[in-house]
């Protein structure tokens, strides 16, 4: 499996203990460039400790979105200015950007973004490769690293890109495509004259696409170029385990069509759905996929934010994050809440059937009910229609806990494609979705599942 | 008399002619991530009871009770009484499939029917009623 990128996202300070200690068991970490713009120092630390395995995202197609995509929000609910982050990372980006979306308020026309090329490639590229270096320097373990020969450096960089939306008309949906391989061009030529690292394009596009194979096969032909070997994907809020059968069917062509041309598609955010197709046996091959921790195994392009904090679970054997009430129901219908056995056989059986990881382990120990934890929470006051409503938000430690189960799990996924085929591997799936999963899930999985190669 | 009423004032009305002594009531409670309408607390025999008020959506009351109902010894619902008897049918038939009592509130004449008492739920968790307790032990509905 040494082809395999298997990629954890960095997004707040809260990952940065679990980055820590799973530190081993994870190729690469990538951040979001305004995240290396904004916590620098933060970045630092984590990049020394993973070394040459970080890839910065340079999250370009923010230029071409709605300005309220990257406003704060204000109090007083008056047009607020641009996120501190976003604004601190296009401080390093070609002037114009920075200039029409802080004093005109707006998003980037396409002409404008062609005018700014051959800069943007260039800043994209110094950002992805130097950026984080001046904040190490200013460390005192620079100079152990210095000592022991170890240079920071990144595991692959990504050409500026822009996204593929929905309601753009051809002309402008064939513009921007020629406008990422053009900025593909110039980043390889750019990189052939500097650093020479392997580099990633990236694919961003709304599911909406998928609907017409025609997109999708031109695509492909557009990106048969040259001088890269990766390419990842991310498509607006999708999981192809609950899309359409026609969605399905496009993403495994995509992902045929990209390795008939010799490039190694990466999943940006995805899940098990994507680590399986990274089976050497898949006929669909992708060679690496990202998440975060504990969360983000789909993502939408432009973020809605908001929503209140619940407690989830890992559900290992349907390989998805559930709510603690979907995860109870299914232990008691399958009979590990049951009072008429003991905590302690429960507890074997959960361990045998459903999750040993160590996080597991550390909460069940001999007895079932102790899974509880994992549901621990404190309520709060949310305004409802009619007054305040009390709600219960997870609490510091069972938020780190379920990330930490998270964690055990996806490492636990990646190292069963090294020992189980394929085959055996759908097939398990299938039937864990027939024991644990409702009958539209267990339709959705079998579609899949008969699509990638039953 | 006007036919207009939230689910809020429902249940308010529910509070004021249902309650007895020696039954607590206790509006909004947390459990897991969602919020339930009411919960009835039997301490002399130590049972709780999850009731949710709609106007209309039956279905997502059903729903609702169902999601929360290992945390309970039984689930309710309290929703408007339909003018079709078939309607009336349908509602109880379907609750009665899953054990759920029913309420219909008739909007003309401002009352409640019992129309259906539930059964007792065979998969509660006794962990989990526990920690409603706990949280029923210190909170009070006005």
């Excluded at chain 1, 908001?306 to 390989?319: E, T």
């Excluded at chain 2, 008897?85 to 003309?108: L, N, T």
């Excluded at chain 2, 706990?134 to 009070?140: A, H, K, M, N, S």
């Amino acid at each position: 499996m040494n082809d395999i990128i298997k990629m954890l996202r960095y997004n707040t300070g809260t990952d940065k203990k679990a980055f820590i200690e799973f530190k081993n068991y994870f190729d690469a970490v990538i951040f979001n460039a305004t995240i290396v713009a904004y916590s620098g120092s933060a970045v630092a630390d984590l990049v020394s400790v993973y070394k040459n395995q970080y890839i910065i995202d340079p999250q370009t197609h923010i230029m071409q979105h709605s300005i309220d995509a990257v406003m704060s929000k204000s109090k007083n609910n008056e047009s607020g200015s641009i996120k501190k982050s976003v604004k601190q990372y296009l401080e390093q980006m070609p002037n114009k950007i920075l200039e029409i979306m802080e004093t005109e308020q707006r998003n980037l026309e396409y002409t404008e973004i062609c005018s700014i090329i051959d800069e943007l490639v260039e800043k994209v590229y110094i950002f992805e490769t130097e950026y984080v270096s001046k904040y190490v320097k200013k460390k005192e373990y620079d100079k152990y690293l210095e000592y022991a020969n170890i240079k920071i450096s990144p595991r692959l960089l990504i050409a500026p890109y822009f996204m593929l939306k929905k309601d753009m008309d051809k002309a402008c949906r064939d513009n921007y495509l020629k406008l990422n391989v053009e900025c593909l061009k110039k980043f390889i030529v750019y990189n052939n004259e500097h650093k020479k690292k392997p580099i990633a394009a990236q694919l961003v596009m709304d599911s909406h696409l998928l609907n017409d194979r025609e997109v999708i096969d031109n695509l492909v032909k557009i990106y048969n170029i040259d001088g890269f070997e990766y390419i990842f994907i991310w498509i607006d809020d999708f999981s192809p385990w609950n899309a359409s059968m026609t969605k399905k069917e496009t993403f495994v062509s995509l992902i045929e069509g990209l390795n008939k041309i010799g490039k190694k598609p990466l999943m940006a955010y995805g899940g098990y759905d994507s680590i399986l197709l990274c089976h050497s046996e898949s006929k669909a091959r992708m060679y690496g996929v990202a998440q975060s921790v504990g969360y983000g195994e789909k993502r939408a392009i432009t973020p809605v934010g908001g929503g209140l904090p619940v407690n989830k679970y890992y559900f290992g054997p349907l390989h998805k994050r559930i709510k603690l009430d979907e995860a109870f129901n299914i232990l008691i219908d399958n009979g590990y809440l049951d009072s008429n056995r003991s905590g302690a056989e429960r507890a074997n059986d959960f361990y045998r059937k459903i999750c040993h990881c160590p996080q597991c382990k550390a909460i069940i120990k001999d007895n079932i009910d102790n899974f509880a934890s994992y549901n621990e929470s404190i309520p709060y006051l949310v305004k409802g229609r009619y007054g305040d409503i009390n709600r219960n938000r997870p609490t510091s430690d069972a938020n780190f806990i379920a990330a930490r189960h998270f964690l055990y799990y996806k490492c636990r996924e990646w190292e069963e494609l090294n020992q189980k085929t394929i085959k055996e591997l759908i097939e398990e799936l299938i039937l864990n979705y027939k024991q644990y999963g409702d009958k539209n899930s267990q339709k959705e999985i079998v579609e899949w599942c008969d699509l990638i190669g039953r | 008399m006007g036919t207009n009423i939230s689910e809020e004032e429902q249940r308010a009305l529910f509070i004021k002619q249902c309650s007895i002594p020696e039954k607590k009531m206790v509006c909004e409670v947390p459990v897991f991530c969602r919020s339930v309408d009411l919960v009835e607390y039997d301490k002399i025999n130590n049972m709780i009871t999850s009731i949710e008020f709609k106007t209309n959506n039956w279905r997502r009351a059903i729903e609702q009770v169902l999601s929360t109902s290992i945390s309970f010894d039984y689930a309710e619902i309290c929703v408007r009484r339909p003018k079709k008897s078939e309607s009336i049918g349908r509602i109880v038939e379907e609750c009665a499939s899953h054990g759920i009592g029913v309420y219909f509130f008739d909007v003309e004449n401002r009352k409640f029917e019992h129309s259906l008492e539930p059964k007792k739920i065979g998969r509660t968790w006794i962990v989990q009623k526990m920690q409603v307790i706990d949280y029923l032990e210190g909170v009070t509905c006005e």
